[in-house]
């Protein structure tokens, strides 16, 4: 196969791969949206396990962005949990695959992006910023219960499956 050829092929590759995450995250928040702990001070979201995926490719950086903004518009949130969840998610893709090479640290930059972003948007829509941290651990809770417990169990999941997705 010619590089010309090979490139094109692994660009194809991606986008497919980010589509399917993108999807994923958005079926996995919107089948979930009707449990009680998944909304609201208390953020359980299912799909934030997902957020190891870039660990295994960079494609799932923009699939779960693209899965977040979905899943928040789909689930009516509001305009300002719509574009600042959408950037912590980015961000806390970004920093997983920036931290690749250390796999106990995979789960790390979503839960923090999630619990500094999160409160202060809760807050000002609440109106009430003296909450702010009582946010950051309700939010931070749900972080480490939903990305970090469940995104390593799906980790090491995923890497006994073996090389199926590449770095």
Known sequence: MKKKDQAKHISTKGIVAGALIAALYTVLTYATSFIPTVGGVF???????LTVLPYFT????PGLSIGCLLANILTGAGIYDVIFGTLATLIGAIGT???KK???????????????IMPFVIAYVSRLPE???????????????CCGLLGMLLLFALEKRGAFMKK
């Not at 953020?43 to 396990?49: D, K, L, P, T, V």
């Not at 960079?58 to 950086?61: E, F, G, L, M």
Request: proline content about 7%.
């Open 43 to 49: 953020q359980f979201r299912i799909a934030e396990a």
């Open 58 to 61: 960079a494609a799932a950086i």
């Open 97 to 99: 695959w920036a931290l």
């Open 102 to 116: 250390h796999r106990w640290l995979a789960t790390v930059p979503p839960i923090l992006a999630n619990t500094i």
């Open 131 to 145: 909450s702010i941290p009582f946010f950051a651990f309700s939010v931070g809770l749900g972080e480490v219960v």
